[in-house]
């Protein structure tokens, strides 16, 4: 039977340098590597800067993710497996908000809709996981307008502001450098738009971009090359670059700690991979934070989201059962559809055999052939009308039993299975059955490149 089946490795098990040695590999890599499975039939790949997860439809279930994971060398106390009833419920979550490490953050929500169109631009997408998916998004939008869940839209990127200002008691009369202004880093700008500071430096490899930024929120943009000679000049320093290597390093912050005289320096990585030497914390006066330092904030935020997240799981029940009738009406049709083609086959086959035999002894015209036509087809769909009838309510009231009973009698207890590109309906692989806004550009991960593409 084909199911929804999924691994999943995330700040609860994982840390971020577990993460980054598990997952070397972009989720577009995975995913083709996965899809040339022949026993999965359609994936999906989230990633972003805490977590990773794969979701797969497959007859062999979680021994393909198993494997999966064996190749990729992932250790098994970092990663969690997830059979279909489980995968739909943290799906659902997760687009809602519940299982990020910020309660109720928003960005996962894009990067749901990212995941979901890279999948689709690829063609690793089917009937199952397009149901799947679409239904998340439908509900992680439903939670934050019905809800508030997201009240304050607490992110990485503000939580990050607010571990600085938990630790230094306050960012009143402070001066912060930005270092990245993609996704993460414009979080975190706006994050400190409203705060009493005495300077806000920006600083990118792309310095238009940082440009732009500094001027909506009245601050400096700096070079990027230059970044380093800010360092003395900073009390905060919250980077979010997607640079493949640190762009702070040990030796620049000491550098920059011998004109300090002593004034201290905090430092948050908020990046994956990693903008921060890590040995950068060891110096003296220097304090040093990373995303799995973040999970202080998200203790407190759950406490004072609690009673929203009890709303949005009624919310999220309410949809889980709605989407197992669709499962459910999915499978009965997929039944009746071989039953139809089944059953018009025998008719097709048994009216040529009649038309050969009348042919023997009279001639068959156009007439003729019409009123048998029409007549195996009226026989065929009448057998067929109490049948689908019985399926479609079997499927409305879960009774399984009846549905792999009729499987059985009839033979087609063993649908053929093929990976379901039929979604797909234009040479391009766009999915033209899914409205415009559901569709993204591609990958959006948490952690922009770092020139901030």
Known sequence: MNEISSMVISHKKATIAEMESAWNQSAEDLMKKLYDDEHVYECVILKTCNRAEVYIVSEKGSSSLFRFAKDLGVSSNIVEFYDNDESVLHLLRLACGLESMIVGEDQILGQIKGAYSLAVKHR????????????????????????????????????????????????????????????????????????????????????????????????????????????????????????????????????????????????????????????????????????????????????????????????????????????????????????????????????????????????????EQNVLEKLTHAIANQVLAEPTKMLRYAAEQDDDRLLEAVAEIFGIDHIPVQKEKAVFDDEDGEKTDVPEEKRAEGLKCACPPSDGQ
């Open 124 to 367: 690793t997408i089917g009937k199952i996981l397009d149901t799947a998916f679409t239904k998340a998004i439908q509900v992680g939008k439903r939670a934050r307008t019905e809800t508030m869940i997201n009240k304050g839209s607490v992110s990485i990127g503000s939580a990050a502001v607010e571990l600085a200002e938990d630790c230094l008691g306050g960012l009143d009369g402070k001066k912060i450098l930005v270092v990245g202004v993609g996704e993460m880093g414009v979080l975190v700008a706006k994050a400190l738009a409203d705060k009493d500071l005495e300077g806000i430096y920006i600083s990118n490899r792309t310095f238009q971009k940082a440009k732009d930024l500094a001027y909506e929120l009245g601050g400096e943009a700096i070079q990027f090359d230059d970044m380093p000679a800010y360092l003395d000049k900073a009390d905060v320093v919250i980077s979010a670059t997607g640079a493949p290597h640190y762009v702070i390093t040990k030796d620049k912050v000491e550098a920059a700690m011998k004109t300090r005289n002593g004034k201290p320096l905090f430092l948050v990585d908020i990046a994956n991979p990693r903008d921060i030497e890590e040995s950068v914390g060891e110096i003296e006066n220097v304090t040093l934070c990373n995303i799995d330092n973040l999970s202080v904030i998200s203790k407190k935020t759950l406490e004072t989201r609690k009673n929203e997240a009890v709303k949005v799981m009624a919310i999220i029940e309410e949809e889980t059962e709605l989407l197992k009738k669709q499962f459910k009406h999915r499978k009965a049709d997929r039944l009746i559809s071989e039953l139809y083609r089944n059953v018009y086959a025998i008719r097709e086959e048994e009216k040529e055999k009649a038309v050969t035999k009348l042919s023997v002894r009279h001639t068959i015209g156009d007439y």
